[in-house]
């Protein structure tokens, strides 16, 4: 990941990860906890990771007022589902959707942040989600392997 912020965000998500893991090994309801919260914040990082991506990719492209314009949408962007995420990138060029549609397609790439919003959202409603730290190690692989991809098409 080229992107500082976004390298940083996910450098600490691994880091908590990595402690979510060490510091509840034994106990199953400490490690739910830790599992809502990650979520939650692999949730953070697909909204914030794009937003970064793609600002930076339309300061790079465009005039001031424009970019000023397109950045104030960026931030009302929220709960990024794949078909939403699809739709965003398709703004920019059609191209770009269908090859990140055939990306997201494989490998689970597409349920995994499908399933890390829908968490998220059980979540904040207070609903019991059976997710765990290692389900959300999984879907965070999958989320920067996506984000990654997005990244190289705006360069």
């Known amino acids: 990941m080229e992107n500082f912020e976004v390298a940083k965000q996910i450098q600490r998500l691994h880091s908590l990860i990595n402690k979510a893991i060490q510091a509840s090994s034994d106990d199953i309801s400490l490690q739910g ?3 809502r919260y990650l979520c939650v914040m692999v949730a953070g990082l697909i909204e914030n990771g794009l937003k970064e991506i793609i600002s930076e990719y339309i300061n790079s492209k ?5 970019a000023n314009y397109s950045i104030s949408y960026l931030t009302k962007f929220q709960n990024p589902k794949a078909e939403k995420v699809m739709e965003l990138i398709g703004l920019f060029k059609a191209e770009w959707r269908h090859d990140l549609e055939a990306y997201l397609n494989n490998e689970g790439r597409k349920d995994a942040i499908d ?3 829908n968490n998220r959202n059980q979540i904040a409603h207070g609903k019991d989600v059976g997710i765990t730290v ?10 920067i392997s996506v984000l990654e991809f997005i990244e ?4």
Do not use: G, Q
């Open 134 to 143: 290692v389900s959300v190690k999984n879907y965070l692989d999958k989320v």
């Open 62 to 66: 465009t005039h001031k007022p424009i």
């Open 115 to 117: 399933s890390i919003m």
């Open 152 to 155: 190289v098409k705006f360069k």
């Open 33 to 35: 906890h830790w599992a």
